[in-house]
């Protein structure tokens, strides 16, 4: 199944944290790999149900770009809120205290990144699979995808203390 006894879900997220830490995921159909080992290339190789797998690599992913909740982050958070019209007004404490507007922003944030993510997959190759969290959600999948938000969210909270 794999080359050199080598996981290829673990090499897939490998390859896709190296690609976030670079800033290049965007175009990461571009950056040489080993296709035959990647799940994203081959999503037969993630099993019988791959969406799982997409998701954890983009967790990983953004978490990388992302380790810790920081003024970056509640920077564009509140860009984001602005944009829906709502005041600019979080903070890193606010987040940490868990003030419940401050947490549906923060939820609203890391699906979005993870939204993303899942999009930006979609185009690795001409065998990716397009996965929309919405859909997936009612396929099934509606507690993995809060329990990784909630994962995301208390990895960025822990760094940050």
Not at 13 to 19: A, D, L, Q, T
Not at 40 to 52: N, R, S, T, V, Y
Request: charge should be negative; glycine fraction near 4%.
């Amino acid at each position: 199944m794999s080359r050199e006894g080598s996981d290829p879900i673990q090499y897939t997220i490998s390859h896709f944290k190296e690609i976030a830490r670079q800033n290049r995921s965007a175009e990461n159909a571009t950056i040489p790999h080993d296709r035959d080992r990647c799940v994203i290339c081959h999503p037969d190789l993630a099993g019988p149900e791959p969406f799982p797998v997409y998701l954890e690599v983009m967790v990983e992913s953004v978490l990388v770009r992302r380790p810790k909740l920081d003024e970056d982050l509640v920077a564009q958070m509140n860009s984001d809120r602005e944009m829906l019209g709502l005041e600019g007004d979080l903070t890193v404490a606010r987040l940490l205290r868990g003030d419940p507007d401050a947490m549906v922003s923060w939820v609203d944030w890391t699906r979005d990144a993870l939204a993303t993510g899942l999009g930006l997959l979609s185009i690795h190759s001409p065998a990716s699979l397009d996965f929309d969290l919405d859909e997936q959600e009612e396929a099934g999948y509606a507690q993995l995808i809060e329990s990784k938000i909630r994962q995301m969210i208390e990895t960025q909270k822990k760094a940050a203390q």
